[in-house]
C-alpha cells in the first residue's frame, strides 16, 4: 500500500538534494570545526555558506547572531530561562506574557518558569484564534514585563499570528519580544526587519531538513545566558560541538525552502484547498479559521459526531497519516488548549484532525486521501450515536 | 521511567488483535428498535452514558424478557478503544440475566479482549475508555429496575479503571505505612491507568484524589501514633514516673499469671545504665527458686516490659 503522508506540521520528509550535501560530512570532512588543523578549518567554508544561507532565509543581519541548537525546544528554553535568570531572577522585572495555544515548547518552559517565581500571563485567542495587538497591549508594561512570547503561527490551526505589529508594540515599550516561528518558516515569508522581534526560534525538519538541529536568532547587542554552559562554540552562547551535516543540511533547506515559498503560496495552497473544499462538501464538517489567515498546507477539521483518534485511526489503516489534537489520543481528556482558547464548541473539542501538506505532496496524493476521509467518515458516522444522517 | 519510555508513540502498537479486529467489524454495532424488542416478546432498555462534549459517549441497547437479555447493540461516539470495549461488552452479556450483566466490569472486558492472557489488550492511558462499557451497564441496569444508579454501587470506588475502593486504599496505606501515590498505585494498581483518580486535573474530574487520601490518612496515622506516642516516652521519664509506669504494666500484665501459680515478685531498685533501664526484681511465693524463674518467667516479665514501654529495658532478679 502507498502510504500519503498528510502531518507535515509534526515533521517533514528530508529534501533528497539536503541528503546529499550533508553526505560529505560523516566520514571526510568529519573534523571538528574548532580545532586548529585542516581537519577542523576545511568545513569552514561550508560552515559559512550555511550561515548566510540562514541569514538570508529570515533577512538577519550580520551583527545579529544566529545560534545554532539541537532543536526548536532547546532555542525557546534558552530564551525563556535567560530571561528569568537575567531579569526576573534579579527583579528587574517579573513577567512573561505569552498565550494559551504556544506549543508545549514554550508553555511548558513557562510552567516551570512559575515554580521559579516567574508571573506568566497566558493570553486568549479572539474568535479568530490569534492573539491581536488591542488584546496584547492591555496585558504589558514597560515596568513589569520581561518577555513576550508569541508564535508565528500555530501547530494545529496553522493560522498566522501578526507578528510584525506585535513585535512593534514591544519594540515601542521596550519590552523583549520573541517568537516560535516553527510552523511559519518555509510556509510564509519570515523577515526579521520587517517584523522587529528580538528573539525568534526555528527547527530543522519543519522544512524538509534534518531532525536534532534548530536555531535562535538573537537580534544584535542583546543578552543571552546559556542554556547548555561549554566551550566557545556559538561564541560561547551555546556550547557543545556543532553537528556540521545538520549545520549544512538545515542551511540548503532553508535556502530551498525560501525559494520554495512561492510555490506554497500557490500549487501547496491549491491542493490543500482542494482536500478543503471536499471536506466542506460532507455534511457536518466544519475546518477552523478563514484559508486567507492560514499558512498554505494546513486544515484542522472537526467531523460531526467522529471522535479525533477513531477518525486518525481509520485513516492510518487506509494509509493516510494525519494527527489530532483530540484529547483521547493524549495523556489529558482536556479539549484541545487552541479549541478551549478558539471559544469553539467544546465537542468540537474532541473532534478535530489535523491534515498538513508540504511541497512533496502531490495532486493524485490528495485525491486518495479525498476518498479515503469520507470513507473514514461514512464509516465512523455508523457507529455514532450522534450521526448526522 | 525506563528505557521503553525513551521512544513516543506506541499507543496502536499496544492494542490486541481483538481490539484492533473488533474496532473494525464491531459484531453488536447498531440499535433495537421497539419493534425489534416487541418481536422477542422482551422489553426495550435504552441507556445513554457519557457525552460528546466530554469526548466519549455510548447509548446501549438491550432487550430483556424476564430479567434475561436476549439481545444488546450500541453505538459509540469515541475512540477505537471504547468501540471495541463496547462490542465485547455486548458480547458478554447476551444471554445473562441483568444481575449477572451487572457483575461485569471493565477488567473483565479488558480481560475478554486479550490475544495472550499475561499482556494487556489495551494501554494503561486506554483504560478509562473502558470503563463507559462497565457504566453504561449500570446506567442500563438502573433504567431496568428503575432504581437510582448510585444505589447499585456497594462501595466507594477510588479508581474507576482499576475497581479499587476507598476502603482498601486506605487499609494498604495503613498497613504497608506507604507514604507516596506511586506506593499505593504498586500495591493495588489504583492510579496505574488513565491517572485520573491521582490528582485534580487528569482525564476527568473526580470525587476522590488518591493524593488526598493519602495525606489524609496519613494525617489519620500521625495523630494516632502521637497518642500512643505520649504513653511511650518512656525513656524520658525520671526513675520515679519509671517506676510507676514498670509497676502498671507488671500489675497488669505480669501479677495475675504469677499469682496463679501461687508467685509474685516485687521491684527493688531501678537504675539506668549504659542507656539501658535495668530492674531488678525478687521474685516471692511459688516463683522463688522455680527452675524457669531466670529463665523462661523473666523472659516472659522482660517481653511484657520491652513491647509495653521500651525495648531498652532490663530486669535482673536479684
Not at chain 1, 479572539?126 to 508564535?151: C, E, F, W, Y
Not at chain 1, 521596550?174 to 510552523?183: E, K, M, N, P, Y
Not at chain 1, 503560496?265 to 479559521?289: F, H, P
Not at chain 2, 507516596?180 to 484524589?209: M, Q, W
Amino acid at each position: 500500500m502507498e502510504r500519503i503522508y498528510l502531518d507535515n506540521n509534526a515533521t517533514t520528509i528530508l529534501d533528497p538534494r539536503v541528503k546529499e550535501a550533508m553526505e560529505p560530512f560523516w566520514c571526510q570532512l568529519y573534523g571538528n570545526p574548532n580545532s586548529l588543523h585542516t581537519f577542523g578549518t576545511e568545513v569552514h567554508p561550508y560552515m559559512r555558506l550555511a550561515f548566510d544561507r540562514l541569514y538570508a532565509g529570515i533577512h538577519a543581519r550580520d551583527a545579529d547572531d544566529i545560534l545554532i541548537t539541537g532543536c526548536a525546544t532547546e532555542s525557546n528554553n534558552t530564551v525563556l530561562q535567560s530571561v528569568w535568570y537575567d531579569l526576573i531572577r534579579t527583579g528587574k522585572r517579573s513577567e512573561i506574557v505569552t498565550t494559551q495555544v504556544e506549543h508545549p515548547a514554550v508553555s511548558n518552559t513557562c510552567r516551570f518558569l512559575e515554580t521559579m517565581g516567574a508571573k506568566v500571563i497566558y493570553l486568549p485567542v479572539n474568535a479568530a484564534g490569534i492573539v491581536d495587538a488591542q488584546i496584547l497591549k492591555r496585558h504589558i508594561h514597560p515596568d513589569r514585563t520581561a518577555l513576550v512570547s508569541i508564535m508565528w503561527a500555530n501547530n494545529e490551526t496553522g493560522l498566522i499570528f501578526p507578528v510584525k505589529e506585535l513585535a512593534t508594540l514591544c519594540r515601542e515599550n521596550g519590552i523583549l519580544f520573541h517568537t516560535d516561528a516553527v510552523q511559519a518558516v518555509g510556509k510564509v515569508p519570515v523577515d526579521v526587519q520587517d517584523a522587529p522581534v528580538d528573539f525568534l526560534s526555528f527547527s530543522g525538519h519543519k522544512f524538509h531538513g534534518p531532525k536534532g538541529v534548530g536555531a535562535l536568532y538573537v537580534r544584535k547587542g542583546l543578552k543571552i545566558t546559556p542554556l547548555l554552559h561549554g566551550g566557545e562554540q556559538m561564541g560561547g552562547r551555546r556550547g557543545g560541538t556543532v553537528n556540521v551535516a545538520f549545520l549544512v543540511g538545515m542551511g540548503l533547506a532553508m535556502e530551498l525552502a525560501v525559494e520554495s515559498l512561492p510555490h506554497e503560496q500557490t500549487e501547496v495552497r491549491r491542493l490543500r484547498d482542494r482536500l478543503e473544499d471536499a471536506l466542506l462538501s460532507v455534511e457536518g464538517v466544519a475546518v477552523i479559521g478563514s484559508r486567507e489567515d492560514r499558512t498554505p498546507n494546513t486544515i484542522l477539521t472537526s467531523v460531526k459526531g467522529v471522535e479525533g483518534e477513531a477518525m486518525i485511526w481509520d485513516l492510518n489503516r487506509q494509509g493516510v497519516a494525519a494527527s489530532t489534537g483530540s484529547a483521547c489520543a493524549s495523556e489529558s481528556l482536556e479539549p484541545n488548549p487552541t479549541f478551549v482558547a478558539m471559544c469553539l464548541d467544546s465537542e468540537l473539542a474532541h473532534t478535530g484532525v489535523r491534515l498538513s501538506l508540504s511541497r512533496f505532496t502531490t495532486g493524485a496524493e490528495i485525491d486518495e486521501a479525498i476518498a479515503a476521509i469520507r470513507s473514514s467518515v461514512a464509516r465512523l458516522r455508523t457507529i455514532s450515536p450522534s450521526a448526522v444522517s | 521511567m525506563a528505557k521503553s519510555d525513551l521512544i513516543g508513540g506506541t499507543l496502536w502498537e499496544s492494542y490486541s488483535g481483538k481490539v484492533n479486529d473488533r474496532m473494525l467489524h464491531p459484531r453488536h454495532l447498531g440499535e433495537i428498535t421497539a419493534a425489534d424488542a416487541a418481536k422477542l416478546g422482551a422489553r426495550l432498555v435504552v441507556a445513554d452514558w457519557g457525552a460528546e462534549v466530554c469526548g466519549d459517549a455510548i447509548r446501549a441497547f438491550w432487550a430483556v424478557q424476564d430479567g434475561k437479555i436476549l439481545d444488546a447493540k450500541f453505538k459509540t461516539f469515541g475512540c477505537g478503544t471504547a468501540i471495541a470495549s463496547s462490542d465485547m461488552m455486548c458480547e458478554m452479556i447476551i444471554g445473562k440475566t441483568v444481575d449477572e450483566a451487572m457483575k461485569i466490569t471493565n477488567i473483565d472486558v479488558e480481560r475478554a479482549l486479550r490475544d495472550v492472557d499475561d499482556t494487556a489488550s489495551i494501554p494503561p492511558q486506554k483504560m478509562h475508555c473502558s470503563v463507559m462499557a462497565y457504566d453504561v451497564i449500570r446506567k442500563a441496569v438502573s433504567e431496568y429496575k428503575g432504581v437510582d444508579m448510585d444505589s447499585l454501587e456497594e462501595e466507594q470506588i477510588v479508581c474507576q479503571c482499576a475497581r479499587v475502593s476507598l476502603r482498601t486504599v486506605k487499609d494498604v496505606i495503613r498497613v504497608n505505612d506507604l507514604r507516596t501515590v506511586e506506593d499505593i498505585t504498586r500495591y493495588t494498581k489504583a492510579g496505574a491507568f488513565c491517572k485520573s483518580c491521582i490528582r485534580p486535573g487528569g482525564h476527568e474530574s473526580r470525587k476522590l484524589y488518591l493524593v488526598d487520601i493519602l495525606a489524609e490518612t496519613r494525617a489519620e496515622m500521625e495523630r494516632a501514633a502521637e497518642k500512643s506516642g505520649q504513653q511511650k516516652s518512656f525513656a524520658a521519664l525520671g526513675l520515679l514516673q519509671k517506676h510507676s509506669a514498670v509497676e502498671k504494666v507488671l500489675d497488669e500484665k505480669v501479677r495475675p499469671n504469677l499469682l496463679k501459680d501461687g508467685g509474685n515478685l516485687e521491684v527493688i531498685d531501678m537504675k539506668d545504665a549504659d542507656g539501658f533501664t535495668d530492674v531488678y526484681i525478687k521474685y516471692l511465693g511459688a516463683c522463688k527458686g522455680c527452675p524457669s524463674a531466670s529463665v523462661g518467667t523473666l523472659d516472659y516479665i522482660e517481653g511484657f516490659l520491652k513491647s509495653d514501654l521500651d525495648p531498652k529495658i532490663r530486669v535482673l532478679p536479684i
